[in-house]
């Protein structure tokens, strides 16, 4: 509606000025030298309007010129982009189908002249490390690191493969070597925590826990476990008696009521010649009503010169129980006792009540021991019907 109107006045205002102007032309001169120009207003205003038409054309074409001279001095580099972008198209559907020669391929092609050529060398790179060739990989990722604020990603990508290969102790120089900041990260962490226990450096992992817990890197199940499974192996590591007394008195009162670790301990005591010390700590910390699975397992190793006293301790403690590992530890201690007939009883019961390949190996040898040759023939044809 403005617009019409706008046009309406403009015609009218036209149509005012317009007999004014034929009626009074006026007139305009224009010296410049010894030239001299002259006309009337009118005329001179459209020349004017020709003259601003004429300059607009000029700087379009001038425009249009620069813009095509600019399109074919580029058009090489457009094309090596598109190229570019069609290697790194079809290198990362050769990573997505595992096919990691031509995902390496591609992706090394991809990189020459690509919009970021630092995805394409950390791409080739994984590919070069899935297929087998670490030279080759870490050609890659060095390149990669020369691109500008790459650095952190490649040292964390180089950390990774060096645990998928093995290659531990290049694995740690490369940890310690990395900034205080970035061996924060969750991802670093995870890196770190399996670093130290394939290097079972027990201590360094005590040391990372807090890092461990502050950035929750485990759940809270893993890392309540995670104590009792450093002190199982430090247990299980101590070079003498004096050195497993000192790791177990510097325990705290949690750890000590772990069943994994008091095993741990147990084991220890038995390996340095005090059986009865650790098959006193394991009856002791029995409960009142069920006694515990992981403890049963491991009181015949330290029974081997009292597995009758043991047999009727537990018998008199749990008279009633029909637990499975019971019976299981029943069977053990009477065949270190050499008491085959009670231990083939223990054995039938215990398989009876579950069935399973270990339990009816176990069978077949007391029957062996017995002579019945014909029942561990069974027991070693349901053995094999459960394989």
Request: glycine share 6%; charged share 25%; hydrophobic share 45%.
């Amino acid at each position: 509606m403005i617009r019409i109107l706008f046009y309406t006045l403009l015609v009218l205002a036209g149509l005012y000025a317009g007999p004014k102007l034929v009626a009074n032309q006026g007139y305009v001169l224009i010296a410049v030298g010894d030239y001299t120009i002259e006309t009337s207003v009118v005329k001179g205003v459209l020349m004017l309007l020709v003259l601003f038409g004429l300059l607009q054309l000029l700087e379009y074409l001038v425009v249009k010129l620069i813009g095509l001279t600019g399109f074919t001095l580029s058009s090489p580099q457009r094309w090596r982009r598109k190229r570019s972008r069609k290697h790194t198209l079809q290198g990362a559907l050769a990573l997505a189908q595992e096919d990691w020669a031509a995902a390496e391929k591609a992706m090394a092609r991809g990189a020459q002249a690509g919009e970021y050529p630092v995805i394409n060398y950390l791409a080739a790179a994984r590919a070069a490390h899935h297929g087998g060739d670490p030279e080759a990989c870490e050609r890659y990722l060095a390149e990669a690191q020369k691109q500008p604020g790459a650095e952190k990603a490649v040292q964390v990508t180089r950390l990774r493969y060096q645990l998928d290969d093995g290659q531990l102790a290049q694995a740690r120089q490369g940890l310690e070597a990395l900034d205080a900041k970035l061996r924060q990260q969750p991802q670093v962490l995870k890196l770190a925590l399996e670093l130290y226990r394939r290097q079972q450096d027990w201590d360094a992992l005590a040391r990372l826990m807090p890092a461990l817990s502050k950035h929750k890197v485990l759940t809270e199940a893993e890392l309540a476990a995670l104590p009792e499974e450093i002190e199982v192996v430090c247990l299980s590591q101590s070079p003498d008696r004096e050195a497993l007394e000192q790791r177990w008195q510097g325990l705290s009162r949690r750890l000590k009521r772990s069943e994994s670790v008091l095993v741990a301990y147990a084991n220890g005591l038995a390996r340095f010649g005090d059986a009865a010390a650790g098959r006193k700590l394991v009856l002791d910390r029995f409960d009142k009503e069920t006694p515990q699975p992981a403890l049963l397992a491991v009181l015949p190793a330290l029974s081997e010169d009292a597995a009758e006293a043991v047999s009727h301790i537990l018998q008199r403690k749990y008279p009633d129980s029909d637990l499975l590992e019971l019976k299981d530890c029943y069977a053990a201690l009477a065949e270190q006792d050499r008491a085959w007939r009670r231990a083939k009883e223990w054995r039938q019961k215990a398989v009876e009540q579950a069935p399973s390949a270990e339990r009816y190996r176990a069978l077949a040898r007391v029957q062996e021991q017995l002579g019945e040759r014909e029942g561990a023939l069974h027991s070693y044809r349901q053995l094999l019907s459960l394989s």
